[in-house]
Every structure is written in structure tokens, then in C-alpha cells.
């Protein structure tokens, strides 16, 4: 249930087409939605205006095509993350109207073109190319939250050269995602040559020292720019998330 | 040196009333003060219009003495972060127009009243009275730069009752700093009832398990809020920092 | 052997019908049921009433089967838990009378209705979807164990309405077990709802800086609310085994 | 203010003595008693007839003063935890009434004897000298909260000896508290020998590879026994407070 | 080479029956034996009368067989550590004479019985059914250095009665091995029980808060009983080792 | 109560001087001295013939001189570990009969010359001059102890030669303690060097990735010389306690 | 693109051969050659005379090859390392003139025999059979990057003897790679053997508590020979990469 | 004693003025030079012509007095590292021709001008204020052991533009010293600059995440950059050490 629907049935109670009794339960039962497999919480998206969002791992095609049809029904769009091939190309065949990204390893029900919200674009910037997947994440659900988005990709540190050759880009952002593993210290070069915030998210990228994104995550954490915030190890989604809220501000 | 005087010297160029040579010499000088125990690096308070931020720990009160005078002398406004009472009386002895914030550990150098900027208001929220110390940097950076700023503290999660009664407090921020240590939860909770970005400070606050801000530090950063982001344990500073440039937006 | 039994042992030696080197062999070679893969020892279930417990993981079905059947023999009832699809649908091949929880990898040999013996009932809080195989273990051991068990999920801090909501069933129970996972704050909202004991049991669920369940147990370890206490990680039955005791107190 | 103040204001209000809106303001003040430093809620006191509780660590003779008297003119009884011997006597000299107990770094503001209410008894056991200071604010605690406390010192596994010696007062204890450090073996080994619920508390006791009382964390964590859950290092007083929860049902 | 064909060539030079070039050339090549994967040392096996140990994991039947083939040439006892029950089947198929001990994962090639050569007997203790492979491989190893070994299972610290039971088999012993996982208590239990060097082997075993053997490795090196050495996680071979050194004093 | 008293007593009540229940009041208090501060457990020291050991570090002067004192009125030899040189002096001052070795950090009170038991020497060997108190620590208390003592040091493995020069002390032990801190690599090149048991002892010498004796630890734990066992960080104590049960097979 | 065709285009130019525009849309796209799947940035190659160099893990054949022919057309030599042999020979079925070294884990596209260009040699030592994969991709890399290299392998600490009788041919070397794993003490001993740089790689072997090559890192890191610096866990490429720098200069 | 020294006695036993059992025992005791605290060892320094390092902490300045005055003795330099204000004020009133240091925390008894000896210059490199004692510790190492050192402060990498300016000093080193404390990313951003060996030194600079210099360590290790070594935290001293070597090659 969206909020269009929600003004309405207000309206026709306030109008005196539907009684009190009748539109108490329907609200009561608003902020959920049943699935056999779980209970979704539709307050947020109905408060945001956002798609209802899927976590992937753990799930089968079929509770996730459950879900998603039981969304749907709700008139919800749905955005499905970290979404493996072979699951997404099962769930696309039990639920039509998909979308499949596999770059970002997302998955959506909804317009082929959501509309533009926020006021300004959101930048999401990568180290290497190990860290496109998680970067691919970040910019899919930020397109997917109707956001402009601008990538740039395998700049990391070691290349300078390729960074400040972009840094127009990265100057007219409202908020910009910086995605790296390894030493995870883009971040901290980016944040210096910006005014706006910076969502750092450290990956899994690397081997050894790194400790599964780790090194990263530590090396974000104590930048030495102070426009730096820091989100869990390969969550693009969370970055994405919070860019957008930022970007609507 | 500030925007004003920037603009000044580039219209006397443009007039002919200064010749190239010594606006050159002058803006190569720009960005950095250069004090006996420290170059400080103006480039990004010009582009702000923030006050210069001095880190206290590890400097001497003459050093910060020094260095806020010169700082002064550029016209810059001075904030010193992490200041104790002791350095700080003896800062406040050998440089006047000083105002000391002993609860948020700040020395300031600049007008009473800056004026407000940001497009709405910051709250601070903490979880626990050990907690104190830290949201009150986060506050009072907060109000330094010019932002309208909310507080509230002891609002720990396992006395819900508090923080419910104040949750149109936090619904009517811009963007909601919180500052809790233990099992730093507040953030999770925090994130649930509002809409907008969150920023989570881990406290160094406990004993035993918490090892000194870790517990809190991985809890908010495996947070199941979407809307939460971190910076490293007990940065009141670089939570009002990212706060600020949200508000500005 | 249970309790009833020995008892018929002990009143036959005290009239007389069982003579005292008999009697001493008997309860000599009580405590243990010797199996070809292992030694049972079944002096706790001889003082509690409760039944044997066999971990499933590590140990091929035959060798289940064999444990199980030889403590049917000695009149045990019989818990094996942490039993993958696989092996369960195998065991129950093997030994008649046996039934299968797959959601908390649960197996019983024992009487289908377990009577009721603790003073209250034990509730059963989880935070997320990912959560519930503990929880269910903790929910079938707490059942099979002879107490009345509630259960509440989908519960997270995030969305405190759900939690809220049903506060009754939380006040309501002797003893309750909060699972969770990520940061790990429920248990400390449950512990300042309610005036009870409160088992904490972390899950492996999550990724990065959730570190396999750690960043839970820590938020657990330093938990603002004071009736929290902690069980190993993934532990499910060890919180349904100390509820248990309490509960029968 | 107790339950017995609060009925009577109840029963004013139904017997039309006090009207409708002073009530009203009496009981919004009710959970929150405000002093100089902070504001304590005595909401759980009022719920469970327990004293308020007052963490000493990085707090002012002073301030402990001030929050007690103020609780003192609510007429509660008031407990202060991890106390030095300094700060104990300038905060008696300042509140009269007070009872020192150092070796649990216990103050206590309430009547010399508590009553008891619990249905059993609390045994305190701990494993080596240096754990006594734990182990005694873990009794002393349990004491004040009306419970009968029996202790057993210095039973460290390596002289099993002395702890079967006590096997007895174990075995009558309704609830065990288990204090250790170093290897912290002690819970498991208490936990083998009785069929009720052990709190084990770890101790930052011992050097080295010991880390600050982690080594005892994990042992106990681990424990093989199934009736041991755990409370944070060095939190003798979490212990008591559930014990004294778990005794009272 | 062993020592006795040493000392035939040294006696063979002393009576001129070899010339000193020749016998150079032989010692020259004495303590390595060059196998097409491994370049293998037999200076220890030659001080020590010991057979030489190949560490299984990482190499295939086909490499394992080619140096114990290049050994047997050169008359060396060989024992293979680790090794699965598949490749230990490979090789034994490639080199006749070969001994399988798959419980303790070890293949043998040399005399059947080895003769006795230690003052005493190894005790080999161990805690639950899952340090049984450990146990197991530091018994076979201890049998075929040519040690007495009395072995003693399933005698964790939760279950005191059955250690007790056994005390006389630890006290007999010149030496004990307590090979236990979790949170690896049993060591220093049994160290209190006796006056031998125990060597503390911590295993893998457990889950959660075990992390891979840690908790067992702490709790071993913070034993309160001062008879214990620790040797690294699941090092069954390890303490066989040095059990051995010292049976042999 | 040392051996020869006991077995005094018993030849008392085998002739009937003694009745059984004085005897018996007797042993039943024997294995422990109540001290004011302790109960001391003087069992082992009974079985063994080995002087008490008292644990400094966390006792007063005071607490020290009275348990010495018990103990020397139950005419047993006391050793003092861990003790600071302030605190030595005032116990020498309150107790006579005392001998202090500020290196070892020991005072001793007991005979002069302690006999020799152990059938061999022990080798004390440390890597640098910063390891020097934990190896003084080791071979005071293996000389208290009765063992015949060779101290090697200075001898890091960044230089060979050193170490490689006194091979002979090496292999004439019967035993051999290696010390180190830092990277903790003496040890194995000890180990390669002779066919002896090797205790080893990390320290806590070093800064930064040493981390307070870790890597000492990590390293000797995951030694390539196989008859390496290994005690806690600093515990020289320990590792001389075990080579003195070794000496005396 | 090599310097030698850099030169051409740049006399080009001089001799007005080409043009400025066309000139610069050459240089522009100079440092990257854009392949489907990664743009990869030749500006190094470029500097240092070396060739390109792909991180094989995480990359399809099929991608290998794209990017490997890419550069092939560019004129570089290409050098992949960490490739599975069945990605190798998948890559060289589709891209001739590859030569593959599966003990260094490389594939290799150039000239058979690269020139010498280093003053001196590079010698690669490793400890134990465990540690030749990551020695061999050393040694692989150094080759083909036109170093003189010597190996020598399984010279672990705990058989000096081995070690000693190479020390010549570690004398003789410009650069020293140390590879070890497990307690990774071969670097310190090695390092003072020889007056020249020592880079040390610890390598992932072992098991327990060498923590997939943390125990030898912090051995490496805290390493009591001054000469000795440390690259990541089993980064082999890198020790040689640096060793090449050192040995041009 | 120095190089020219010993070629001295050579020549006077070639010409027969010395005995050889007179050269000899010189020769015999070369190595090390014995004073009341400790056994020096002078190869290092005999063949390298580097002057003695002392470690300045543990010791009093009675003891570093006592070293120094040997060595002197013996014709030797000396630099003391790590060494306090006062500590030094002490040694110099004791010691004559001492120079002190006090920003590198660095004592030198030796020529005021040392000779340059390495083929290039060293640049050291570092990244904030607090950085520099760590920092000026290489410096002076580096100056001490005869290399032309370049030097380059407060080149964090949040404000690349001063880093950039000097990119030309960075260029022309021979090999460069990067010295970084909180996330540690400089030497990649150096590393990705040059072509020459770079040296990176975490320090323990930073609060919270950086875990006393954890967060800069593993960022170094894990750099992007292939050029970058890493050496312990906070070792100024071993990184000025092993650029000396290369320097010299």
C-alpha cells in the first residue's frame, strides 16, 4: 500500500464512505504484509516512498518469488540484493516483470524508469577492479532509489593520475560512495579533495592482511578526512541507502 | 583569510589595481599559515566557511597558543578539540577572546553567536551519563559550525520509555547524531523511528567486553538500520563535522 | 534407567527381593550406556528427568542410530540436535518411533506430548528470518524438555512497534531466550521491558564486521539492561537448557 | 518513591481526595528523579522493590552524594557499586547513614538488615585469591537485594580437594555464582557437579596470555557444561541481579 | 642410514678397510635422502633412534610414496601424519609393508611391534568424543616411538566422577598428554590431580566463542596448575613428541 | 607439615600414642594453613618436598610477611615470585631468614644451599638483554627447587655465531628453558640443536606488532622444531616448575 | 605502448611529421589500453621498463586472454600471476605464445630469455616444502622481470646446519626474499647472516595458531635483525617486485 | 674496534711482529665488547662500518653511560635511539662529546660530520603533526649513518596538493622512508608516485580504530602500491636502517 492509497481511504472515511470499524482494520493490517515465509514490514517504504528491499542470501527462488509476489500485490516495487544467477534466473521465471542486474547482483520489480527525487547526484567511486561488485550494488539500488548516479572506476590510490583527472565529477556530487578494499584508503583522498560527505565502504577485496576487508574497514574508520562515514564490510546497499535519504534532504 | 578578502584581492586584479605577480605571490601563500610549530593548511575553511579545527592532544599550550594566534591573525576563526582543563585555562591566560566548553573538552575563538546555516536542525542523542563527554563535542562542534543543534541524553535502549517520549525530537532533525558505548545498540533503535540519516558514534565507554569501544564500534556498523553509518570510536568531532555538511545541503 | 526405575531397584534391595551385590552391579554400571561409538553417560537425566542429548554434528547416522537405540534400551528418551535433512531422513530409517524438527534440526525418540513440569512458560524472542533455525532449536529442546513455550519473531530493534506490541507475551513468561544476531541489541531491549531473566544467544548471522557472530556476543557481553546473561554463539540449546532449570525452580 | 507511596496516591484519586490533573503531574514525574548530575530512573526500583543501583566508576564523591540524597528523600534505598576506598569515605562524610563494604567495593545507603525474599539461597564461589574482590561484590550485592548468600573461596580446579569438600553447600545453593579468572575452568566443573543454574563470571585476574579476563570469557562461553551462561569480565554485580531475579520466582 | 651401519663404515675407516675419501663421500650425503618431491633430513632419526615423520596434508599418495620408498631404501622406519583415508589407501597400494591407523590418521611402515625404549608409560587423557582423533594420533605416534601408552576417554571436567575414577592410571604415568577442545579445562584439572609434566594439546573442536581452538589454547596457557606445557591446536603429534623425549630420560 | 612430620604422626598412631580422632583432626586440617589473608594448600608441597610458592603481585608487604610466616611455622620453605623491590624490603624487614634476588624478582626463605635432586642440569637461555627478568625468574626458581642450573644469554637467533658457540652447554642439559621475546625464534633454533625437551617462554618485551609478548607466543606455539612445548607469556615460574618435575624423572 | 615507439611519435612531432592534435589524442590515450573488462594503466610499464602484470584470481580465462591480448597489441610483455592450471591452459588455448610455470603459478607472455638489467642477483630462500609455491612465484617474477636469481629452499631454523652450508650463496646476493611460514623465524636468522636487504614473506602454512600467516607476519614485523622489511601474507609478487626495484639501483 | 684496526693486526701477524696465539685471543674477544650490563656484539658494526645502536628504553642512564663509555673505548660510534630528555641530560653530564637529539629522541657520540657514504639520498616522508618523533627518528638514524636525507611533513594524504608540490623531491630519492600513523595510506599514494623502493612505518599515532598503530600496519601491508615494504610500528630506526643498505648498494 502506497501512500496515494492511504490519502484515499482517509478521505472516505473523512467523507463518511467507510466507517470507522472498516478502516481500522485495514489499517491495523498496513504496516505488514504476510508472506509464507516471512512478515514484511511495509511502515518504511510506505513513510519513504522507497521500494521494499529483499535481502537475498539464505533464500530460495521460490521464497523469494513469494515475497516478491506478495509485495507486488501490495503494489509495492521490490528490489532483491545479492541476488546469485542461477537464483534470479529461477525467480524471473516464476514472477514475470523482473529486472535482473547481474553486476549488482539485484533483482527488481517495478517502472523501468523510476523518477528522479533528490536534489542533486550521488557519485560512487572505486578502487580496483575487484571492488565492482560491491560498487555495482551501491549504484544499482541508488538508481533503483531514484537517484542520478555518476560511477567512477578503478582509480585507486596508487594511480593519482586517473583520480584528479576526474575530480569535476566527483566536485559536483551531492554525496559520493567511496568503495575499495585492500588498504581502503580512497576514502581518505577523496574526502580531501570534496566538501560534501563521503560513505565509505570497505570490501572484502584483498588477501592475507587484509582479514576480509578488515584492513580496509579499520583504515576508513581512522581517515584522516573528516568528511568520511564509515558502513559494514561490502554493504553497498547500506551506502546507497543513506546517500539517498542525504540526497532528499 | 576568507572568502570576503579573496574576493577583494581577485577584483583588485581584475581592476589593475594589483599586478599579477603579487596576487600570485599571495595566493600561492594562501592555503597554508605557517606557525613555529606547525604549517596549518587553510584551503578547506576557505572553501567552507568553517572555522579552523585544532586537534589538543599532544600539543603544548604555547603550541596552541601559537597556533591559534596566527590562525587569528589570518581572520580565521579557531575551535581546539579534545582540550583539558588544565591546557585549556593556561590557553585561555596567553590569548584573549577565548571561550572555553569544558563539558565538550572545546576552546573557541570567534564570535559569541555564529550565525546559523544549515537548512535544518542536528540532534545528538546518548545512550548512557559516561557517554557525556563525547556527544557533547559532537554538540558543541555541531553549534561552532553553525547549526541549530537538539540534545538528548541518557535515552539507553534498555529504558525505552525515555527515548519514545522524545521521538518527535527526533523525528524533526535533519540528521540525527548518536553517541552510545557498551553494546551501543541506541543507533539500531534510533534508526527504527526516524527517516533520516544517522551518524553513530562509539563511546570507549565500559569495561571487560567491551574492549574499549570495539563491541559498541562492530554493533553499530553491523546495525540492522539502514539509515546508520559510523565514524571511529569516540569522534564527537567527525560526526558534527559530516553533520554539518548534511545540514548545509 | 529413570528414576522410577531405580526407585523399584532400591525398594527391592530394601525388602529384601534384591540381594546387595546384585543391586551394586546394577548401579555400578547405571551412569554409563556403553555404545560402540561412545559412552553415555546418563547420570544427569537419572537427576533431572530429562532427556538424553546426543550433538549431531561429526557423527554418521549409523552411529546416531546406534547411540539412540541403545539409550531407547535403557528407557531414555532421546534429543539429538544440530541433525542436517540428510542425516535425520536416515536415522528414522534405521529406529522406529523417531520424529523430525527440521526447523531446529531437531530429532525425538519420546512420547509425542512431553507433560508439562516448570511453573511457568518460557518465551522465545528472535530478531530476524536469519535467526529462526536458533531459535527453533532453542523453542524444540525448551518443548521437549516439558515446558510451555511462547514464541515471538521478526522482532527486531529496528522496528520497535512489532516488539512493542507485544509486550504482554514477553511479561508475561518465567524465564525469556533472546536470539539474535548483527548488533545484538535485542536482548537489551527485552531485558528493560521486563523483570525477568533474560538468556542472550548470539547468532553467527550476518557478514563483515558481524565476524561470524562475535560483534552479537560482544553487544550481548556489555549489555546495558542488568538481567542479561550469555550463551556461546549459535547455542540454542544451552539457553533452552538453563530455562529450563529455572523454570523448574 | 515505592509502591506503597504510590498506592496511597492511587487511592486518593479513586476516593476523589486528589483530583484528576495533580495526580496526573505526580505520576509523570514519577519514573524520573532529577539530581544536579543526573537524571536516575527508579521506574524498574518501583517495579521490583529492589534498591537503586549507582555505578561509581568516573563519578565525583560529590556527584555520588548529590544522586543518593536525592534518591534518599525518594525514599529509596540506594546501592553504590565499584566504590575506592577514597571516595567511600568523603561521600560518608557528606550522607550520613551510610555502610562501607570494601572488600566488595559496596556502599549502602538502607536498613542494616534486608529482608530476605527469594525462595533459596545464592552461593558465591570463586577460584583464587585475586578473584575475591568480584566474588565479593557479587555477595555483597546479592545480600543488600534480600538474598541468603552462602560463599566458597579459593577452590580453584587445580585442587579439586577442596571444592568436592563443598559439594554440599553447592548442592543446596538455588542459584550458583561462579567468579574465575585465568582459565576460568571453575563454572564447568561446578556446573558438572550441580542441576542448577550457574552464572559464570569471568575476571580480568592473571597476565599474559590471559588478556585481561578474555581467556576466562571464552573458557566459559565454551563451557562443556550445559547449565553455565555468562556475564560480562568482572561484573559481580550483573551476577547478582539475575541471580536474585532467578531467586525470587 | 641407522646408527648402527654409522658405526660399521666409522669402524671400517678406523681398520682401513674403507679409504677416508670414500667414507667422506657416504657422510657427505648422510643425513639427507633427495626424493623427487622433498629433500628429506635423517639427522635427528640418526641421534634419536626415531622413525622419520612425514606430514601427510598437501601432498599426494604418489609423493608420500616416493619418500617413504626413498627412506625404507635407506633403511629408515617412516610414519605418515595426517593423511585421509583415501590417500593412505593410494599408498599403501604403491608400497607394500605399510601399517593403516585411520582413527589416529597415521600409516607406519616398519616392525610391528616396536620395542619399549621409555622408563615409563604415557598417559594420553581426553575430554569429549570429538578430541578423539587428536587422542588418537598422539597415542599412535607414542606407540611407535616406542613408548608404553595407557590412553583414558570421554573424561571431561562436566563429569568429574569419571576422571576420579581413573586417577590411579594418571598418577602411574611418567608423563601425560590431555588432549581436550571447547574450553579446555581438563588439563588443569588433571594437572592438580598429579605430579608429572602434563602436555596440554588443544583441539579445534567447538563452535562459536571456541574459534577454531582458541578458547582452549587460552585456557591451557593460563592453566592455574604450574605442571602444564601447551603445544599448538590439534598437535597430537607434537606432545607425542616431546612425551617422548622425556619418557626416554 | 612437611614428610618426615607426617610420617611421624602416622608411626603415633600405628603404636597408639595417638588416638585415631586427634589423627584425625590433624590430617583433616593438614593440606591447609590458614593465613589472615589466604588459605594456603600445602598438598602438593607435601607429595613433592617442593618449597611453597607465593604469587606477589597483588599482595601487600603485609599480606606476604603473614602467610611467609604461617608457612614457616608449619616448617615449610616459602618462595616468593613477581616481587617488587620496595615490597621485598619491607617483608625482609618484618620476617628475618629472608634472601632476595632483585633480578628473578624472588625472595626465598628456606636453607642457604637447597640439595640437589634432579638427575641432570637445567640450561636457561634468552634471546636479548630485555629478557633477562623472566630468565633470571626461571633460574632462580629452578635453583630454589634444587636442580642444578646453566645460564646462557644474549644469545638472539640475528646472530648465530653467539649461540652456535655454546652448543655443548646445550646438549649437556637435561633440559632447557629458552626464553624470548620479540619474534620468539630462539626456540626453534634451540630445538633443532639438541634432542631435550625445550620449554618455551615468550615475553612481553617488544613494542608495536609484538603486542605484549603475541608473537613471541604465536610463534614458539607454531615452532618447526617438534620438541618444543610452551608455557604462558613472562612465566618463567612455570617453565621452571615443569623442567624441575622433568629433571627429577 | 614502450618508450621506443614513445620516442618515435615524439621526434614525429618534432619533425612536423604529425600533428600537435593528432599527436596529443595519441599521448591522451597513452597510459591506458581499455580491454571489455578492465582498463588497464600501462603508465608504469611505461616508466620502469616492466611488464604488465595481472592478478589472475577472480578473472575468467576468457577475461585473462581479453586483457592479455589487449596489451599484447600494445607491444607489452604480460606476466599473470596466481592462475589455477586450469586457467592457464584455457588462457593458452586461446592466446599463442604463452609459457606457463605452474610451480610459481604464472603465465608468461614475452620473450623466452629476458635480459639481465640488475646490478646484482636476487637470492630466494624458504623455510619448509610448504612454503615453495609462494618461493617459486618470487623467484618466477624476479626472472622474468630480468633478475639474476639463486634459490634455495627448505632451510628452516630448526636444521641450521643446512642454512650454514649455504651462507655463501646468500653473501653473494645484492637482495634477499626470505619466504617462511608457521613461526617465520628464517628471516631474522638470515638477516643476520648477511649485510644486504632482507624482504621477508610470511607465507599462509601451518595451522592453529599460525592463523593463516598471521603468527609469521608479527615474527617477520618484530623481527630482532635490523636489515629485515615485510611485505603481506604470501605476497610473493611484491617481495619481488621491490627486490627488482632495489637491485636496478 | 674498526676495520682499520683489524686489517692493522693482520698485517702484524703476516710480518710476524704479533704471535699468533697474541692475535688470536684478540681476535677471539673481538666480536663483543663486555660491559657491567651488557655483552656487545661489534661484528655488525666491524663489517659494516655503521656505528653501535643502543636501545635506550629499560635502561637507566648509568647503564647507557656504562655502554657508550666501552664502546668508546673500543673506538667505536655510538647512537642511542628512544631516548627521554632527561635520561639524556644524564648521560651527556656523565659521558663528554655527546650530541643530542631530542625531536628524533636520538644520542650520538661520534663525529659531528659524518662522512656520505650511499650512492643517493633518503627521503623521509610523513603524513601529520604526530608523526614526526617517528619520523625524525629515521631522519636522524639516516643522517648518522652517512646518507644525504631529504625530508617532507604534514603531506597527508586528505590534502594531496602539498604531497603533489613536491612530488619532484620524492622523484629524485633513492630510496624513500613513508611514515603514516591512523589509516596509513601515504606510502600507497607515495608508492604510486615513484619507482623506487618505498619503506612504510606505521605509527601508533591515532585513537579508537587505529588500535594503537594496527589500522596504519595492515593498511601498509595490504597497499595497492607494489613498491612498499613495511617495517614494525613505530620503528623509525629499522626503516632508516635498511635504507641505509640500499642506499650503500
Redesign the interface.
Given at each position: 500500500m502506497n501512500r496515494d492509497r492511504l490519502r484515499a481511504l482517509l478521505d472516505a472515511v473523512r467523507r463518511g464512505e467507510t466507517d470507522t470499524e472498516a478502516a481500522l482494520e485495514t489499517l491495523a493490517r498496513l504496516?505488514f504484509v504476510d508472506t509464507p515465509?516471512?512478515?514484511v514490514?511495509t511502515?518504511?517504504s510506505l513513510?519513504?516512498g522507497l521500494p521494499e528491499?529483499v535481502f537475498g542470501p539464505?533464500k530460495t527462488a521460490e521464497q523469494i518469488a513469494e515475497i516478491a509476489a506478495a509485495l507486488r500485490r501490495a503494489e509495492q516495487n521490490v528490489l532483491v540484493t545479492r541476488i546469485t544467477p542461477e537464483v534470479a534466473t529461477e525467480v524471473c521465471a516464476k514472477l514475470p516483470g523482473c529486472e535482473h542486474d547481474p553486476k549488482g547482483r539485484l533483482l527488481w520489480f517495478g517502472p523501468g524508469e523510476v523518477p528522479l527525487q533528490g536534489?542533486?547526484s550521488i557519485a560512487v567511486v572505486s578502487?580496483?577492479?575487484?571492488d565492482l561488485p560491491v560498487a555495482a550494488e551501491a549504484a544499482g539500488v541508488a538508481h533503483r532509489f531514484g537517484n542520478k548516479v555518476e560511477t567512477l572506476?578503478?582509480v585507486?590510490?596508487?594511480?593519482?593520475?586517473?583520480l584528479?583527472a576526474s575530480s569535476e565529477l566527483l566536485r559536483s556530487a551531492?554525496?559520493i560512495i567511496v568503495v575499495a578494499g585492500?588498504?581502503?584508503?580512497l576514502p581518505?583522498?577523496v574526502?580531501?579533495?570534496v566538501?560534501?560527505?563521503v560513505?565509505a565502504v570497505?570490501t572484502?577485496v584483498?588477501?592475507?592482511?587484509?582479514?576480509?576487508?578488515?584492513?580496509?574497514?579499520?583504515?576508513?574508520?581512522?581517515?584522516?578526512?573528516?568528511?568520511?562515514?564509515?558502513?559494514?564490510?561490502?554493504?553497498g546497499?547500506?551506502?546507497a541507502?543513506?546517500a539517498t535519504?542525504?540526497n532528499r534532504?
Open positions: 504496516p515465509s516471512a512478515r514490514d511502515h518504511r513513510r519513504q528491499v539464505g536534489a542533486g578502487a580496483g577492479t575487484a572506476h578503478d585507486g590510490v596508487a594511480g593519482l593520475h586517473r584528479l551531492r554525496v585492500m588498504e581502503g584508503a581518505s583522498v574526502g580531501g579533495l566538501d560534501k560527505p560513505i570497505p572484502s584483498g588477501y592475507g592482511a587484509s582479514f576480509g576487508g578488515v584492513a580496509a574497514l579499520l583504515g576508513m574508520l581512522t581517515s584522516c578526512a573528516s568528511n568520511v562515514t564509515v558502513v559494514n564490510i561490502d554493504n546497499f547500506g551506502a541507502y543513506v535519504l542525504i534532504l
